[in-house]
Nanobody, 124 residues
Framework: QVQLVESGGGLVQAGGSLRLSCAAS????????MGWFRQAPGKKRELVTA????????FYIDSVKGRFSISRDNAKNTVNLQMNSLKPEDTAVYYC?????????????????WGQGTQVTVSA
């Protein structure tokens, strides 16, 4: 079992930055793909970015490329999401998730472990 806890959400003006963190316990993250998902009101949850266990392979949806960056510190069992140049359309609840390695990082399915989510609100 992997327990995940996100932190770092909040309210920010458009153009600002936030850094989300996901702390894991129960298992070392060095064996897991990690993903950040988001769900906006009335919309389906979507995979925003993902990383393989070493960070050598990452995926970003087009709308966040060049603005968001996923990083992981397996020694500290944490994964971070740096979000820059935030836009109102980035407003959502953000979740980190983990799954066993070996799946293409752009595949959004197969994540059995989820955090509780953290709210990100970007004002215009």
């Amino acid at each position: 079992q992997v327990q995940l806890v996100e932190s770092g959400g909040g309210l920010v003006q458009a153009g600002g930055s936030l850094r989300l963190s996901c702390a894991a316990s129960g298992r070392t993250l060095s064996n897991y793909d990690m993903g950040w998902f988001r769900q906006a009101p009335g919309k389906k949850r979507e995979l925003v970015t993902a990383s393989n266990p070493t960070g050598s392979s990452t995926f970003y949806i087009d709308s966040v490329k060049g603005r968001f960056s996923i990083s992981r510190d397996n020694a500290k069992n944490t994964v971070n999401l740096q979000m820059n140049s935030l836009k109102p359309e980035d407003t959502a609840v953000y979740y980190c998730a983990a799954r066993g390695a070996g799946v293409r990082v752009d595949y959004s399915s197969g994540y059995p472990y989820w955090g509780q989510g953290t709210q990100v609100t970007v004002s215009a």
